[in-house]
């Protein structure tokens, strides 16, 4: 079956410090990626996604590359904002699957001054 | 506004009740879903719904009933709640192959 494995958080870090979020996947088939974020108290937003290898989400300053050599989807930013406090969800699907998602157990990201 | 909305947001209910949360998207969105957070799990997908009249079970769906009349709603019931229930739920659309799913604001359920 599919699945996704996420980093355990939470994931504290100073303003203006490197974030890496692992996640790493198994699936049947040809998996597209994603990445959501959750804020507090609101529904998950796309933040990036991927649908093939070698390719590289961005967004907000957020990057992910879809190595299927290593089936993984590591999120990076280079310089994180107190505003990038949220939850931090990985996601695949699968072509033919009606666009399921499965996602990782998502990783709470705090930003301190 | 179009999105996708979700009612009510907050829920209190009693074990062996019955309770209907509602999803609302004005896309006209052919793809539905109903996930349930809860800490440790992430998001596991409870039933989805791929047009009007057509359902299907997801990873969890014991409990849960659906139903999707209309292309625009997608009711989640609990026919007999228990405690173990209590969670978040998201309702998510989605247009086609290849989008993004659409999320709402969740309702967050608690069942005493």
């Known amino acids: 079956g599919n699945s996704v494995t996420q980093m355990e958080g939470p994931v504290t870090l100073s303003e203006e410090a490197f974030l890496t979020i692992n996640c790493t996947y198994t699936?049947?088939?040809?998996?597209?990626l994603f990445w959501y974020v959750q804020y507090p108290g609101e529904g998950l937003q796309l933040l990036l996604k991927?649908?093939?290898?070698?390719d590289k989400g961005s967004n907000k300053g957020f990057e992910a590359t879809y190595r299927k050599e290593t089936t993984s989807f590591h999120l990076e930013k280079g310089s994180v904002q107190v505003s990038d406090s949220a939850v931090y969800f990985c996601?695949?699907?699968?072509?033919?699957?009606?666009?399921?998602?499965?996602f990782g157990t998502g990783t709470r990201l705090q930003v301190t001054l | 506004d179009a999105g996708i909305t979700q009612s009510p947001r907050y829920k209190i209910t009693e074990t062996g009740r019955q309770v209907t949360l509602m999803c609302h998207q004005t896309?006209?969105?052919?793809?539905m879903f109903w996930y349930r957070q809860d800490l440790g799990h992430g998001l596991r997908l409870i039933y989805y719904?791929?047009?009007?009249?057509?359902?299907d079970k997801g990873e969890v769906p014991d409990g849960y009933v659906v139903s999707r009349s209309k292309t625009e709603n997608f009711p989640l019931t609990l026919e007999s709640a228990t405690r173990s229930q209590t969670s978040v739920y998201f309702c998510?659309?989605?247009?086609?192959?290849?989008?993004?799913?659409?999320f709402g604001d969740g309702t967050r359920l608690s069942i005493l």
């Open positions: 996601a695949l699907s699968v072509t033919g699957t009606a666009s399921k998602l499965t």
């Open positions: 699936a049947t088939g040809y998996p597209s």
């Open positions: 991927a649908t093939k290898a070698d």
């Open positions: 896309w006209s969105h052919s793809y």
């Open positions: 719904s791929a047009a009007a009249d057509i359902t």
């Open positions: 998510a659309s989605l247009g086609g192959a290849g989008q993004p799913q659409h």
